[in-house]
């Protein structure tokens, strides 16, 4: 999972350098993907998506992503993800 949170730094600073959108629509697609995966009394993700392919790095970098998207993007989606998983349900 911090594999792809990892993504959207790289692929939306390239969207944001190059003026090409599209960088960032696909990192956008992938995050909506495993967010919806996620447990969804805790809104927290796996450590991987499963056990034919998994991610498998640590799963708090994940979080850490979550939050320097916001700050980086300035999209309120990141923030809500981060908080809906930190906060207690």
């Given at each position: 999972?911090?594999?792809?949170?990892?993504?959207?730094?790289?692929?939306?600073?390239l969207?944001?350098?190059?003026?090409?959108?599209?960088?960032?629509?696909?990192?956008h697609?992938?995050?909506?993907?495993?967010?919806?995966?996620?447990?969804?009394?805790s809104?927290?993700?796996?450590?991987?998506?499963?056990?034919t392919?998994?991610?498998?790095v640590?799963?708090?970098?994940y979080?850490?992503?979550?939050q320097k998207?916001?700050?980086?993007?300035?999209?309120?989606?990141?923030?809500?993800?981060f908080?809906?998983?930190?906060?207690?349900?």
């Open positions: 999972m911090a594999c792809a949170g990892s993504i959207v730094l790289e692929f939306a600073a969207s944001r350098f190059t003026g090409d959108p599209v960088f960032e629509a696909h990192v697609q992938a995050l909506d993907f495993l967010w919806d995966k996620r447990q969804r009394n809104n927290l993700v796996g450590t991987t998506t499963n056990i392919c998994g991610v498998g640590g799963i708090d970098s979080y850490e992503y979550l998207a916001y700050i980086l993007l300035g999209d309120d989606l990141f923030l809500h993800r908080n809906a998983a930190t906060r207690d349900p």
